[in-house]
């Protein structure tokens, strides 16, 4: 059986696989312009870059696109930079914005005026409902076994479902997907799709860097571990030097605050450590990896790894 179709306003993709959007520096042109051409639905992290660069990646993603695909950003409430960066993406006709950790009212309202789907991530089917009533043209429900930060204790799928019943517009199920027969449960429970971030950083054209892939390949279950950041929420993240020094809720000094976040505790910088690890030191800096990274021991082409989850779908359908 083949995936079914999944439909967010104008955009129809061969797979109804979204890859998630990834910063710092994770997932930008290379790694969104990978999935798009493969047939998924590629996204740009706008966090931690320059307005300016997040301009010069949507229009080296969407240069790069061969025949039809779809390239859209991803931007969180939590930064102070949201409207600008939103704003930005829209101004270079990116497919869609995608956004988390908070509602935007104006956010619905700027995509009614350009005409650009706008997607939320969110983690209750409460949730869910008020995006919906603003005008979200789809919904991202992550479970509590994402990478990065979560806004929830629950696993995916005891959320999905509860979610995919308060809604009419499009279930996108994400955290802790990591196969087809992954993505045929989310389906079978009514998903219209599913978002992957975790199994895409170890592509080669993610635009991580080698040191950061390789921790996601050598990575085992008992490397996960849960940190409290600075926004505030838990997020996960693969045991290091930089994880033993904030446990315990320690700090860490400040070196050169750019004051990037609406509401920050200060105890370290989130930003710097996920500059960090972009940056190739991935012991000093945050790793962020969903609960399942420890199920990958190899880099693949995107495109195989889509193949890989097609053939793993149809197996199991």
């Known amino acids: 059986m083949r995936f079914p179709q999944l439909r967010i306003g104008h955009m129809m993709p061969k797979f109804p696989i979204m890859q998630g959007g990834m910063g710092v520096g994770i997932s930008l042109s290379g790694l969104s312009s990978a999935v798009a051409n493969a047939g998924g639905i590629g996204t740009i992290s706008g966090t931690g870059i320059s307005i300016e660069d997040l301009r010069l990646h949507i229009r080296k993603a969407k240069a790069s696109i061969k025949g039809e695909g779809y390239i859209g950003v991803n931007v ?13 993406a829209i101004e ?4 869609f914005i ?9 956010m619905y309202s700027w995509g009614r005026e350009s005409g650009t789907p706008v997607i939320s991530i969110v983690s209750s089917a409460r949730l869910a409902k008020m995006s919906e009533r603003l005008g979200a043209s789809a919904v991202v429900v992550e479970g509590n076994e994402a990478g990065g930060h979560l806004g929830t204790e629950r696993p995916l799928f005891d959320i999905l479902q509860e979610v995919v019943e308060a809604v009419q517009i499009p279930v996108i199920a994400a955290g802790g997907i990591m196969t087809g027969r992954d993505i045929a449960h989310a389906i079978r429970i009514g998903a219209s799709g599913v978002q992957m971030g975790t199994r895409f950083v170890a592509s080669h054209e993610c635009d991580a860097p ?9 990575a085992k279950q008992e490397d996960i571990v849960m940190v409290k950041t600075t926004v505030g929420l838990e997020g996960r993240a693969i045991k290091n030097h930089f994880t033993e020094q904030i446990s315990d809720n320690k700090k860490v ?9 609406k509401n920050c505790s200060y105890r370290f910088c989130t930003m710097d450590s996920l500059i960090t690890s972009m940056d190739g030191d991935c012991e000093n800096g945050l790793v962020f990896a969903g609960a399942r990274v420890h199920e990958i021991n190899e880099i693949l ?4 790894i889509i193949n890989n989850l097609k053939t793993e ?3 199991c359908v």
């Open 76 to 88: 969180l409430f939590a930064m102070n930079d949201f409207a600008e960066k939103m704003k930005a």
């Open 301 to 304: 082409p995107v495109r195989t």
């Open 92 to 95: 270079e006709k990116a497919d």
């Open 98 to 106: 995608i956004s988390g950790a908070g509602i935007s009212r104006d």
């Open 210 to 218: 080698l040191s950061f892939k390789e921790k996601y390949v050598h």
């Open 313 to 315: 779908y149809e197996a």
């Open 253 to 261: 000094k400040i070196k050169n605050c750019i004051d990037c976040l």
